[in-house]
Every structure is written in C-alpha cells, then in structure tokens.
C-alpha cells in the first residue's frame, strides 16, 4: 500500500509527536509499504530551524526507506496569536505544494496537532478519492482554550470549525486515549468512525537498564541520589512549579535530587522559581541527546508525569508509554516508581 503521512513533526525532531511519527513511517516500511511524509522543516522543540534548513522553501530526503518531503514554516520563539497563525497557513499552503508531487497514494494518514492542515488533507482524500485517517494526538482547540493559548472569541469559533470540518472528512479517528473517545461521542461523532489505539513506543530502543556506570548519574554527581526525574515538554499543562514546591519541603532529605529535564529557555523560568523557592535539590538539565534517552531514563528511582487536571479528556502524554518501557531490571533488587 502506499501510504501518504501528513504531519508537522518528524525526525529529527527528539520529542513529542515527531519520534512516534518516525517509527510508525519506518515500521510501515519494515512491513512492505511505499511512505512518503510531509512534514515541515524541523523546528521543535526550539522553535528554530536548523541552519542547514534554512535559505529554502522545500527540501526532499530519505531515510531508512521512507521519502521525506519537507517544506518551511514560519516559526518564533515569541508566543502569540499573530506568529501562530503564520506558522499555521505557512504549513498548509507550503506542504500542499508538497503533498502534490510524487506517487499517488492509497491512504492518507493525518496527525493532529493541528488543525489547518486538515483542509489540505481533505481536498487531496477527494482528489485522488482515498481513506484519510485522522489521528489525535491532541484535541483541539479544547487543549488550547483550556490552558489559556486560544482566547480571542473569533479564533475559538473558526478552531471548533475546522474541528468539525476534520471529523466529517475523515474516514476513520484514531485516538489515543478512552477520555478522547468520550469528548468526541459528547460532539455528536459518528460512533463508528472512532478507533482507540494507545501510543506506541520501540522496545528495541527504550528498554530497562542498570543504574550502575550510568552517565547521567555520573554527569550530574547522582551516584548516592534517590532521583526523581521529570524530562519532557515544559508548558501550559505542565505544573512543574507544584514538583519544585514538593522539592522545597523535602529539603532535609539529603539524598534527594529533583531533577528537570526540558527546552533550555522554558528551564530558565524554572531557575527564578527554584531560587525563589530555596530549593537546591533541584537540578536542571537540557534535553539530552535522543540516543542518551534510555540512560538518562534508566537514572530515575521515580519517574514523573505532570499534567494539569482540567487537561485530561484531551491531551495524554505520550511519555507514559516511554517511562512505562524504561521499567526496571529484574536482576536488580530496585524497581522503578511512576506518578
């Protein structure tokens, strides 16, 4: 089958929806199917394209037998509704032009985040008359009007539009989590149309390891540490300021470390806070590279996932599958806690 992947993230891209993406490309490849992906130039979780993807409107490569057709975005670090919109039409009209060369496909397999995109996707299922899959990761706009990121009147109403619009053009919904299927039966879709399927995550790669010579607790002096550690996104439906609290009250616990992991400029606000509240327990780190994640995973006792509550039936973290997998070594006598 030729299938045609649809998504703003991709490799190398080293958290969020882009490793999920990549796998399911080359595992679909692994199994005999032609995939092309359009996607945009890499750019989170920075908010900055790469010098080398820059002077360029579109770029086209391979990897591991899968044809990536990639296009600029309009991206800034600046938040803000005007930027948003920017990124949002550049990624429609520019991966359209994209999504128009090459082979014809069988099936189209679209991700949201986001929403925009939906219409391309529609206008391309009717053209070369295909199934379009439709993916939630997030539901939007709920996940954004929730956390405060979508608040103008006019926007809210022309998001719940396009949410509308990729529901009735889809073929299929696949959702990660049953809180999704329950938001979505409550907005009248179609019982049929909707399919939960849990997140994925390569065992092959992501896999229990020992403690012993670890670099991560080498690096950061953790050898002798109980270590509770948070890594990933670090936003508006992470309450990273209640784990620094938490830190703060166990101060006399000596062999505590908190550690935070995350976007180097988000971790600067995390810094004024820990300060502020006195708590030196607290380490904070950079993401790592990919190819350290499994280490880094493997130093934790505990392993975090923070998520604000009114965010559930709407946004799951796609970390819990990774901790989950990270597990613990049956040859040692330690087993590792998630919360």
Request: charge should be positive; aromatic fraction near 10%.
């Amino acid at each position: 089958m030729r299938i045609l992947l649809y998504s703003y993230n991709y490799h190398p891209e080293p958290i969020g929806i882009a490793p999920l993406m990549t796998e399911l490309a080359e595992g679909l490849v692994k199994r005999g199917h032609q995939v092309r992906v359009v996607t945009a130039v890499p750019w989170y979780p920075a908010s900055q394209i790469p010098q080398e993807y820059r002077g360029r409107l579109y770029f086209t490569e391979e990897r591991n037998g899968v044809k990536i057709q990639r296009c600029f975005v309009w991206v800034r670090q600046q938040r803000g509704l005007r930027n948003r919109v920017l990124f949002e039409f550049s990624f429609v009209f520019l991966s359209l032009i994209q999504a128009l060369k090459g082979w014809q496909p069988d099936l189209i397999f679209l991700t949201v985040p986001g929403l925009p995109v939906c219409v391309p996707a529609a206008f391309l299922g009717s053209l070369y008359r295909v199934p379009i899959i439709l993916n939630l990761q997030d539901i939007l706009p709920d996940a954004a009007v929730h956390v405060g990121l979508l608040t103008n009147e006019k926007m809210i109403r022309v998001f719940a539009g396009l949410e509308r619009f990729a529901y009735r053009t889809a073929t299929r919904i696949s959702v990660i989590a049953d809180g999704f299927t329950k938001n979505l039966l409550a907005k009248g879709v179609e019982p049929e149309k909707i399919v939960e399927i849990s997140n994925w995550v390569d065992v092959n790669f992501i896999q229990p390891l020992p403690k012993n010579n670890n670099y991560f607790r080498q690096e950061n002096h953790l050898e002798d540490k109980f270590v509770v550690l948070y890594s990933g996104n670090i936003a508006l439906t992470q309450p990273l300021e209640t784990l620094i609290d938490a830190a703060a009250r166990l101060r006399h616990l000596s062999n505590l470390a908190v550690v935070i992991v995350g976007k180097q400029e988000a971790l600067a606000r995390l810094e004024a806070y820990r300060d502020q509240q006195k708590a030196n327990n607290v380490i904070l780190r950079p993401f790592q590279p990919r190819e350290k994640l499994p280490e880094m995973l493997a130093a934790a006792d505990v392993a975090m996932v923070m998520q604000k509550e009114n965010v559930i039936s709407f946004n799951m973290p796609s970390k819990i599958q990774v901790l989950l997998a990270s597990g613990s070594r049956g040859d040692e006598q330690q087993n590792k806690v998630y919360i």
